[in-house]
C-alpha cells in the first residue's frame, strides 16, 4: 500500500469515528432531555447552570432599592424593643408581614451589616433562587409526569432572576418555605410539611391560597380528625411566633399582618388594569373577585379534584361517617399533590384584585407544570407562557400587558379544569 492510499484510508477512519462521536453525542444529549432516568442530571445541570446565571446577574445588571431599606429600618425599630405592629414604618409604609418574617429579616439585619452591605444580601439571596429552583426540580421529578426538557424552562424568566436578586423581595422565603411544604406532602410527610407549611405563612399570607386544594388532599388522604389538628398545629405556630406582638397589641398585630380587607394602590397593579379605578377599588369588586375564587375553588372540587373518589359529597360523607379515617378512595400520589397545590394557588392569583411585579414569584417556577397539565397543543403552550412572561415585563403595566395576564391565567385555569 502506497503512502497516498494509507493517508486516504487514515482520513476515511478519522470520518467514521467523528460520525461515532457525533452520533454518540446526540444519543447522549437525546437521552438527557427524554429519558426519564436522566431525570436528575439534567436537574443538576439546570440548578448549576441557574446559579451561574444568577452571578452572571449580580454583577453585571445594576440593584434598584424597593423594599430593603424599609424591611431593615422596620428591623431597626424592633432591635429598639418595639413590639407594636402600628408602630414599625418605614419610607415605603407600615410592617405589613406576620412575625416569621420578621425572624429571618432580623437574621439577614446581624449579616449584613444593619442591612448595609447589599451585595452579601444578593449572594444570600441568589442561594435562596437557587434552592428555589432545586426545589422545583424535585418537585416535577417527584410527579414523574413531566418531559425532562421542561426543566430548561425554569432558568430563562427575567423577572423571577430580578425579584431574588435584584429586588430582594421577601416574597422569595415564602416561597421556598411553600416548595419545601410541597415536595414533603409529596413524599407522605403531612407532620413535616404542616411546619414547613406554616413557616411560609408566617413570612407572608399569600401561602394561604395553597390551603383550599391542602385541605382536600389531607381530608382525603388522612381524615377530618387529623385535618382539623393540623389546622390547629398551624394556628399554634402562627400564634407561638407571634406572641411578643400578640402581648403587646393584639389587634395591631392581626390588623397589620393579615389585613384582609388592605387595598393595594391602583398604579402599582399589574392584574384588572383593564377595570377602571373607581371599580377596583369598590368593595363591591372585592366580593365579586371573592366569589368569583370561591366558584372556581368549588368547580375543581366538584369536576376534578373529587372525581377520581366518587365526588365531593362522597368524600364528605365518608369523612363525617368515619373521621378518623382516610376520606379518598384513590391513591394521592405526588402529582396529584402538585397539581392540586398549584391549582388552588394559581386560581387565587386569577382572582387577586390586585398584583404587584414581585408576586410572580409566587407561581412563575409552578407555571410550566401547570401548563403542560392542559391538553392544550404544544405551541399554545409555549405561547402561555411567552405570553405570561411578558406581561410580567411591562413595566409600568398597562391594558394590553394586563389583558394578556389575565386571559393567560385563565385559559390555563380552564384548561386545567376542561382537559387535565
Known sequence: MTQKERFKERGVEIKIMGALSLSSVFRWVQQLLLDPNYFWLLSLLVVFGDALLSELIIRFVPYTEIDWETYMIHIGLYRKGERNYAKITGPTGPLVYPAGHVYIHNALYELTNSGT????????????YTLSVALSCAIYGKAKSIPNWLLLVLPLSKRLHSIFTLRLFNDCWSLVFVQSAVLAFQSGLDEVGTLLYSAALSVKMSALLYLPGLLVILVKRRGILFTC?????????????????IQEDLWAYINCAFDFGRVFLYKWTVNWRMVPEEIFLSPGWAKGLLIGHVTALLCFGLLRWCKPDGGTFRIIERALRRPGRPAGLAPITPDYVATVLFTSNLIGILFARSLHYQFYSWYAQQLPFLVWKTRYPYIVRFCLLLAVEYAWNVFPSTVLSSSVLLGSNAIIVLGLLLNA
Open 117 to 128: 452591605n447589599v451585595a452579601l444580601a444578593q449572594q444570600i439571596y441568589a442561594l435562596l
Open 229 to 245: 389538628r393540623k389546622l390547629v398545629t398551624m394556628l399554634a405556630i402562627q400564634t407561638f411566633l407571634a406572641y411578643p406582638f
